[in-house]
C-alpha cells in the first residue's frame, strides 16, 4: 500500500523534467509524459521495468534505481492522487 | 499538424482500454496510462515507437500498425487537447 504523504516527498526530483502540478507551473515542452493523475498500477510497473532495465531510458533507470519498492508504491500513490 | 476533430474520430477503439474522458465514466482498473491530457509529442512518439516495434505491447502494436503518420498526428491532438 503507498503512502501518499511518503511518496509526496519523493517527488521534488520528478518535478525537473515531468512539471508536476504544485511544485511548477509550466508543462515542459519537451516530450516526457504527464505524471499527474496517472494510473497507479501503471506507474508502479513502468518504475519497476525502469529498475530493472526493461525500458530503457537513462535518466529513468537511474532515477528508479534509487528507489526502494516501498518508495515506488509511495510515488504512484502521490502522482495518481492528483487532479486528473 | 494534428487535427483534433479528426483525432476524436480515431479514439474510439484507445476507449476499450483506455477509458477516454466522455467515450466512459469508469476509469479502467486494469494498468493502461491515462492518455487523456498527456503531452502531445509524447503520444506522436510513443504510438511511432509502437508502430515500428520499439515498443513491444502487442495490442499497442496491433493499433499503431492501423495508424497513418497523419493519424497519428491528429490522435496526439485530439488526446492532449483533453481535461487535464
Redesign the interface.
Known amino acids: 500500500e503507498g503512502d501518499k504523504a511518503a511518496g509526496r516527498k519523493l517527488i521534488y526530483t520528478c518535478n525537473g523534467c515531468h512539471g508536476v502540478p504544485g511544485y511548477a507551473n509550466a ?1 515542459p515542452n ?5 505524471i499527474a ?3 497507479e ?2 506507474i ?2 513502468a518504475l519497476h521495468e525502469y529498475k530493472a532495465g526493461e525500458r530503457k531510458h537513462p535518466t529513468m533507470m537511474a532515477q528508479a534505481q534509487s528507489l526502494s519498492d516501498q518508495d515506488i508504491q509511495d510515488v504512484a500513490a502521490y502522482l495518481s492522487s492528483l ?2
Chains 1, 2 share one sequence.
Open positions: 508543462y519537451y516530450p516526457v509524459p504527464r493523475g496517472q494510473n498500477q501503471y508502479v510497473n487532479a486528473k
